[in-house]
């Protein structure tokens, strides 16, 4: 019985070689006839058999798999993949074995898949085809992952294509494997034009100062990558909705960017999504000291303070954009509206008056009070119908101060600005 038994499983053992084989051929066959649709096809029967093959016979089919799916390069993006890590596989199990047999073929075909990527993103990149680029660089990072520069650059195309998603995956795998991206530069001014010239590589340069084609050589390091990949992180989860990511995010990101103020602002801004209006001052009024003369932070200082009720705040904040950018329509038109702010409160006290004297009289001084928020307001509402003529929001205020203040002629021109405003708007 036992004879038997031994004589079945050799049978077995037997057949189960010989279809690995078979697979193993069907694949070469289709190869060598570059009918990769039915390489691929025998790559997946002669897969379920693995588990049987001995490793001289694992390392030749990774190896032709990697062929069947990169298909000379027109395999899709998840079959290109497969290939890049069949080849891995290969080198890992020969590497083992000690017997390098298809390693060097394979390296020479891994050298010719990472040209063919890189020559693909690089043309996708400057035809502005960014998406094909970002999977491009990728490819060629998966390739050699010595060179992690090629990740850094699937990162910067994927935010060019505002593909976040993608961009936020590889600036992750960036941080968490502490890129930096300093590369040294190589410089030499050129003896005929005076222009100073950068080459690709030392050896280059060298050469060409050597045959005095140009002079004063030098090498400078380039500023290291990692401040611009930590910021990017952050903006793209404020992008997502992702505030406390976001914040989480910026607190490294400040570290490598101290003096960014886009940053800051960015930060600002997350704070004051989360409701965080005290943290959103600090931040802003930082900026103010980080960038004195920027009309728009002083303007959004006095919006934060209008809306904390801090009329007198808000006008000197708007007052100081004015006089860095005396154009700044916003600023002029909201001075006057916190100007106006005011005469709900004189005309409650108005109407709370009883008829005596005493009343009477302080009714005539809050109405002369109220006229003159009234004359306070017309400059900021004149310079903004003079920096946006089209304006009729303020054209009407304006008709409307000048009637209540007993300035016909002016009123009558306001009315007629108007009507011609209409009639642009209508087309006529």
């Given at each position: 019985?036992?004879?038997?038994?031994?004589?079945?499983l050799?049978?077995?053992?037997?057949?189960?070689?010989?279809?690995?084989?078979?697979?193993?051929?069907?694949?070469?066959?289709?190869?060598?006839?570059?009918?990769?649709?039915?390489?691929?096809s025998?790559?997946?029967?002669?897969?379920?058999?693995?588990?049987?093959?001995?490793?001289?016979?694992?390392?030749?089919?990774?190896?032709?798999?990697?062929?069947?799916?990169?298909?000379?390069?027109?395999?899709?993006?998840?079959?290109?993949?497969?290939?890049?890590?069949?080849?891995?596989?290969?080198?890992?199990?020969?590497s083992?074995?000690?017997?390098?047999?298809?390693?060097?073929?394979?390296?020479?075909?891994?050298?010719?898949m990472?040209?063919?990527?890189?020559?693909?993103?690089?043309?996708?990149?400057?035809?502005?085809?960014?998406?094909?680029?970002?999977?491009?660089?990728?490819?060629?990072?998966?390739?050699?992952?010595?060179?992690?520069?090629?990740?850094?650059y699937?990162?910067?195309?994927?935010?060019?294509?505002?593909?976040?998603?993608a961009?936020?995956d590889?600036?992750l795998?960036?941080?968490?494997?502490?890129?930096r991206?300093?590369?040294?530069?190589y410089?030499?001014?050129?003896k005929?034009?005076?222009?100073?010239?950068?080459?690709?590589?030392?050896?280059?340069?060298?050469?060409?100062?050597?045959?005095?084609?140009?002079?004063d050589?030098?090498?400078?390091?380039?500023?290291?990558?990692?401040?611009?990949?930590?910021?990017?992180?952050?903006?793209?989860?404020?992008s997502?909705?992702?505030?406390?990511?976001?914040?989480?995010a910026?607190?490294?990101?400040?570290?490598?960017?101290?003096?960014d103020?886009?940053?800051?602002?960015?930060?600002?801004?997350?704070?004051?999504?989360?409701?965080?209006?005290?943290?959103?001052?600090?931040?802003?009024?930082?900026?103010?000291?980080?960038?004195?003369?920027n009309?728009?932070?002083?303007?959004?200082?006095?919006?934060?303070?209008?809306?904390?009720?801090?009329?007198?705040?808000?006008?000197?904040?708007?007052?100081?954009?004015?006089?860095?950018?005396?154009?700044?329509?916003?600023?002029?038109?909201?001075?006057?509206?916190?100007?106006?702010?005011?005469?709900?409160?004189?005309?409650?006290?108005?109407?709370?008056?009883?008829?005596?004297?005493?009343?009477?009289?302080?009714?005539?001084?809050?109405k002369?009070?109220?006229?003159?928020?009234?004359?306070?307001?017309?400059?900021?509402?004149?310079?903004?119908?003079?920096?946006?003529?089209?304006?009729?929001?303020?054209?009407?205020?304006?008709?409307?101060?000048?009637?209540?203040?007993?300035?016909?002629?002016?009123?009558?021109?306001?009315?007629?600005?108007?009507?011609?405003?209409?009639?642009?708007?209508?087309?006529?």
């Amino acid at each position: 019985m036992k004879k038997v038994i031994a004589l079945v499983l050799f049978v077995a053992f037997t057949s189960m070689s010989f279809a690995q084989k078979n697979e193993i051929k069907a694949i070469e066959k289709a190869l060598k006839n570059s009918n990769f649709s039915d390489a691929k096809s025998a790559a997946s029967a002669a897969e379920a058999l693995i588990g049987n093959m001995d490793d001289k016979t694992k390392a030749k089919f990774y190896f032709l798999k990697a062929q069947a799916l990169y298909a000379n390069g027109a395999g899709t993006d998840a079959n290109i993949d497969e290939a890049i890590s069949s080849l891995e596989s290969l080198k890992d199990l020969e590497s083992k074995m000690g017997k390098l047999k298809y390693t060097q073929q394979a390296n020479e075909m891994t050298s010719s898949m990472l040209n063919s990527f890189l020559t693909k993103a690089n043309n996708a990149f400057s035809n502005k085809n960014y998406k094909i680029a970002a999977k491009g660089f990728e490819k060629a990072y998966k390739m050699s992952p010595k060179d992690t520069i090629y990740l850094y650059y699937a990162a910067s195309s994927a935010v060019t294509d505002q593909d976040y998603d993608a961009a936020l995956d590889y600036y992750l795998q960036l941080k968490n494997m502490g890129f930096r991206g300093e590369q040294m530069n190589y410089y030499a001014t050129n003896k005929e034009t005076g222009v100073e010239e950068s080459f690709s590589d030392k050896a280059s340069r060298d050469f060409s100062v050597k045959a005095k084609l140009h002079m004063d050589p030098r090498d400078e390091k380039s500023e290291p990558k990692t401040a611009e990949i930590v910021k990017n992180i952050a903006l793209i989860y404020v992008s997502q909705g992702e505030d406390e990511k976001a914040l989480a995010a910026m607190t490294d990101a400040r570290k490598e960017n101290p003096d960014d103020l886009g940053l800051l602002l960015s930060e600002a801004n997350v704070h004051l999504k989360m409701g965080n209006r005290d943290k959103f001052k600090v931040l802003m009024e930082e900026a103010t000291t980080k960038d004195p003369n920027n009309a728009e932070l002083q303007y959004n200082l006095g919006v934060l303070a209008a809306e904390g009720g801090n009329v007198e705040a808000s006008k000197k904040y708007y007052e100081k954009a004015i006089s860095i950018d005396p154009n700044y329509v916003d600023a002029y038109n909201n001075l006057a509206v916190a100007i106006l702010s005011e005469e709900a409160t004189i005309v409650e006290q108005m109407n709370a008056l009883g008829t005596s004297a005493a009343d009477n009289r302080k009714y005539d001084e809050l109405k002369e009070e109220k006229a003159q928020l009234y004359r306070d307001a017309i400059p900021y509402l004149e310079k903004v119908l003079e920096l946006k003529s089209s304006n009729i929001d303020t054209a009407k205020t304006l008709m409307n101060i000048y009637s209540v203040l007993g300035e016909m002629d002016k009123m009558k021109a306001m009315k007629a600005k108007i009507e011609q405003i209409q009639s642009a708007a209508n087309g006529n």
